[in-house]
């Protein structure tokens, strides 16, 4: 039986619960299983189907690499550089033009997460462009 079969229902539960970013792959005679949670719960259903599967999580052919999402749009964070401003830019990435500047500390919102390095913020001066994400801390 191909992983995949044996592991339906929890694939199938993945794309239920709102997986995002999801990526399935057979390697090796492991399959894994890639993804961003919207929240505990989603993960943890997740893990009760698996549990119902392999009870005892002996066979070693599922490896979930699932993150859960603690920035939605609309979410605040904290600017958390050690001392200097952080720089916004126009694209995701150091190659692009800055466009502008959050201080040290100030609260920005999310707009949207291009991928987990690059977040689309906007300042409470209306500011908007992406910011290096591991200097971004949620609030709340």
């Known amino acids: 039986m191909a992983l995949q079969d044996k592991y339906q229902e929890l694939l199938n539960t993945a794309k239920t619960v709102g997986i995002a970013n999801l990526q ?6 492991v399959l894994y299983i890639d993804g961003e949670a919207p929240s505990g719960t989603a993960k943890d259903t997740l893990w009760n189907i698996y549990g119902k599967i392999d009870p005892d999580f002996r066979s070693g052919d599922v ?7 603690t920035m939605i749009p609309g979410a605040k964070a904290q600017v958390t550089t050690d001392k200097s ?3 916004i830019r126009k694209g995701p990435g150091t190659d692009q033009p800055i466009v ?3 201080a040290h500390h100030e609260i920005v919102t999310l707009v949207s997460k ?3 390095q690059w977040w689309l913020i906007r300042t409470d001066a209306g500011e908007e462009g992406y910011a ?3 200097y971004l801390s949620p609030q709340g």
């Not at 399935?24 to 005679?29: K, P, T």
């Not at 490896?63 to 999402?69: D, E, T, Y």
């Open 24 to 29: 399935v792959r057979e390697q090796e005679n």
């Open 63 to 69: 490896v979930m690499n699932i993150n859960v999402s």
């Open 85 to 87: 401003n952080l720089n």
């Open 100 to 102: 502008g500047k959050a």
């Open 114 to 116: 291009t991928n987990d």
């Open 132 to 134: 290096y994400a591991q």
